[in-house]
């Protein structure tokens, strides 16, 4: 809800609004690690529709006892033999990366009105690397040590082209994507001022473009490595098999942080489709928060398991949906419906300057007032369907405690709205007490955003859109002029503080503009 606007008969004074936006940008936290200066690589060119096919395989490494990699080298790793992880549990194999890609693909079906169709490969086998996993591994500050990914690359598939892959078959594609799924956990959260294991000789999450791997290997001319006619990988997706880290409390107790490769597996795929990043690419930083796909906040949104849709602007760029202009008239209401309701026709624009313009959105958690369901594949690989309502407490994006009483271990392959991933949800108001009468449902509401194409021409080839906090290429702006909106990262233990005083009140699934008089 608002601190400055009010909704009253479903109708949003959005001239007022729109008079109060000032350029300051919005409050933000480092969320995750920058990615070693590869976000600055030049981006593929958009596949806006059309279909993809994800060709993946699994590599682990020689096994070792190094304190400074997550795990043992192996997809085998200690800490996650527990009884309480609910959050990706072993055994990590090939149907288990099948599980993500399966999200992967209906997020992907969902976000572009179905202009995407996503299939996939995983081999069966896993390749084992010749080195241990800090061979792979680039530290400091410098990038000087990027190249140990394109060995990293290089190795896998050299592996993988060893392999008899004569029963090989890879369905018509547009584009293919190439996805190493390595063991271990991914660096790509921030670990410092925690009691999670330091790591720093894990590997980070990446996506390499051609040109990238040429780069990395030393060979401009790179065209690809060779796995049957016919077939080059001239790409390649570095992920972990994991994101979850071991810990101790207080007391030196054991414990997990349990987080999915959903939202980092999905960002990856984007990148690949051609979304640029909207954080910022040098130092990691949020740039828009939980309230688009291509930023840590959304990536890593109720703990990885699944990220947002993604904002107005990254549709529009990808050409999944088609804005309308219009005018400030009091006597012209317009009737936003729900993003995840509709397949187009859910933005409107206003133009203010030749490169400049608010794009307003209305985003709904739950829209149809029926809650949410999760499709779960368990380790025994059986399907469960979870429903969550909009008053249930222990499904919190930020304390995974009671996540065990509600859901059954296993890879989340599906929700029913992305959109749930949005700040909101059940707030027990100033007595911080649920149940009483100051309660409230935060469930959705107008988003307005500033878009400066200016900027984003600019930086687009380098993918630094809003790498410049004093004036992004793509920002989310307050209602009340006051920078109220905190879009810090996703996990508490990084959080300064995460409040959502938006116009993000208890909803509804449409919302109607209007222009009130302004006095």
């Given at each position: 809800?608002?601190?400055?606007?009010?909704?009253?008969?479903?109708?949003?004074?959005?001239?007022?609004?729109?008079?109060?936006?000032?350029?300051?940008p919005l409050f933000a936290q480092e969320a995750f690690e920058s990615r070693l200066g590869f976000f600055g690589q030049p981006l593929d060119a958009p596949l806006t529709d059309g279909r993809v096919h994800i060709f993946a395989v699994m590599a682990d490494f020689q096994p070792d006892e190094n304190r400074f990699t997550s795990g043992n080298g192996t997809f085998d790793i200690?800490?996650?033999?527990?009884?309480?992880?609910?959050?990706?549990?072993?055994?990590?194999?090939?149907?288990?990366?099948?599980?993500?890609?399966?999200?992967?693909?209906?997020?992907?079906?969902?976000?572009?009105?179905?202009?995407?169709?996503?299939?996939?490969?995983?081999?069966?086998?896993?390749?084992?690397?010749?080195?241990?996993?800090?061979?792979?591994?680039?530290?400091?500050?410098?990038?000087?040590?990027?190249?140990?990914?394109?060995?990293?690359?290089?190795?896998?598939?050299?592996?993988?082209?060893?392999?008899?892959?004569?029963?090989?078959?890879?369905?018509?594609?547009?584009?293919?994507?190439?996805?190493?799924?390595?063991?271990?956990?991914?660096?790509?959260?921030?670990?410092?001022?925690?009691?999670?294991?330091?790591?720093?000789?894990?590997?980070?999450?990446?996506?390499?473009?051609?040109?990238?791997?040429?780069?990395?290997?030393?060979?401009?001319?790179?065209?690809?490595?060779?796995?049957?006619?016919?077939?080059?990988?001239?790409?390649?997706?570095?992920?972990?098999?994991?994101?979850?880290?071991?810990?101790?409390?207080?007391?030196?107790?054991?414990?997990?942080?349990?987080?999915?490769?959903?939202?980092?597996?999905?960002?990856?795929?984007?990148?690949?489709?051609?979304?640029?990043?909207?954080?910022?690419?040098?130092?990691?930083?949020?740039?828009?928060?939980?309230?688009?796909?291509?930023?840590?906040?959304?990536?890593?949104?109720?703990?990885?398991?699944?990220?947002?849709?993604?904002?107005?602007?990254?549709?529009?760029?990808?050409?999944?949906?088609?804005?309308?202009?219009?005018?400030?008239?009091?006597?012209?209401?317009?009737?936003?419906?729900?993003?995840?309701?509709?397949?187009?026709?859910?933005?409107?624009?206003?133009?203010?300057?030749?490169?400049?313009?608010?794009?307003?959105?209305?985003?709904?958690?739950?829209?149809?007032?029926?809650?949410?369901?999760?499709?779960?594949?368990?380790?025994?690989?059986?399907?469960?369907?979870?429903?969550?309502?909009?008053?249930?407490?222990?499904?919190?994006?930020?304390?995974?405690?009671?996540?065990?009483?509600?859901?059954?271990?296993?890879?989340?392959?599906?929700?029913?709205?992305?959109?749930?991933?949005?700040?909101?949800?059940?707030?027990?108001?100033?007595?911080r007490v649920v149940g009483t009468d100051d309660d409230r449902l935060l469930n959705g509401g107008i988003l307005i955003w500033h878009i400066d194409e200016a900027v984003i021409r600019s930086k687009i080839g380098s993918n630094k859109i809003n790498n410049n906090p004093d004036r992004p290429g793509v920002s989310l702006k307050e209602a009340d002029a006051v920078h109220q909106?905190?879009?810090?990262?996703?996990?508490?233990?990084?959080?300064?503080?995460?409040?959502?005083?938006?116009?993000?009140?208890?909803?509804?699934?449409?919302?109607?503009?209007?222009?009130?008089?302004?006095?």
């Amino acid at each position: 809800m608002s601190t400055g606007t009010e909704f009253n008969g479903r109708r949003i004074p959005i001239w007022c609004i729109l008079l109060l936006f000032v350029s300051a940008p919005l409050f933000a936290q480092e969320a995750f690690e920058s990615r070693l200066g590869f976000f600055g690589q030049p981006l593929d060119a958009p596949l806006t529709d059309g279909r993809v096919h994800i060709f993946a395989v699994m590599a682990d490494f020689q096994p070792d006892e190094n304190r400074f990699t997550s795990g043992n080298g192996t997809f085998d790793i200690p800490y996650l033999n527990r009884d309480d992880i609910v959050i990706d549990p072993l055994p990590h194999d090939r149907s288990y990366f099948e599980a993500h890609l399966e999200f992967a693909k209906n997020y992907f079906e969902q976000a572009s009105n179905g202009k995407i169709e996503i299939t996939y490969t995983v081999l069966p086998q896993v390749f084992t690397l010749p080195n241990e996993m800090k061979a792979y591994s680039p530290i400091g500050p410098d990038n000087s040590e990027n190249h140990k990914l394109g060995l990293l690359v290089h190795d896998t598939w050299a592996k993988v082209a060893q392999a008899d892959l004569s029963n090989l078959e890879i369905p018509e594609a547009d584009r293919i994507m190439f996805v190493i799924f390595h063991a271990g956990a991914g660096r790509d959260i921030e670990l410092t001022g925690t009691t999670l294991d330091n790591t720093p000789q894990d590997i980070p999450s990446v996506y390499l473009s051609q040109e990238a791997i040429g780069r990395l290997i030393g060979d401009p001319d790179f065209s690809g490595y060779p796995l049957v006619p016919g077939l080059w990988v001239t790409n390649s997706a570095i992920l972990p098999q994991t994101q979850s880290r071991r810990g101790e409390d207080v007391t030196g107790a054991e414990f997990v942080l349990q987080l999915s490769i959903n939202g980092i597996l999905t960002a990856s795929i984007g990148s690949f489709l051609g979304i640029p990043d909207l954080f910022n690419t040098e130092n990691g930083r949020s740039g828009i928060g939980r309230f688009g796909l291509m930023d840590g906040a959304g990536i890593f949104s109720y703990y990885g398991l699944f990220p947002p849709l993604p904002s107005a602007w990254e549709r529009i760029y990808m050409g999944w949906e088609q804005p309308f202009d219009i005018i400030l008239d009091p006597d012209q209401p317009i009737e936003l419906p729900a993003v995840s309701t509709v397949g187009d026709g859910a933005v409107a624009r206003h133009r203010i300057s030749r490169d400049e313009y608010f794009l307003v959105e209305n985003r709904h958690r739950d829209p149809d007032g029926a809650g949410l369901t999760l499709t779960i594949r368990k380790p025994d690989g059986t399907i469960e369907n979870v429903h969550i309502s909009a008053e249930e407490e222990r499904f919190d994006p930020f304390d995974q405690r009671k996540y065990k009483e509600i859901l059954p271990p296993g890879v989340l392959m599906n929700v029913s709205n992305f959109d749930w991933s949005l700040p909101g949800g059940l707030d027990a108001g100033e007595d911080r007490v649920v149940g009483t009468d100051d309660d409230r449902l935060l469930n959705g509401g107008i988003l307005i955003w500033h878009i400066d194409e200016a900027v984003i021409r600019s930086k687009i080839g380098s993918n630094k859109i809003n790498n410049n906090p004093d004036r992004p290429g793509v920002s989310l702006k307050e209602a009340d002029a006051v920078h109220q909106l905190c879009i810090g990262p996703c996990l508490r233990f990084l959080v300064v503080g995460q409040q959502f005083h938006r116009d993000h009140g208890n909803g509804s699934a449409h919302r109607t503009l209007s222009k009130p008089f302004c006095g």
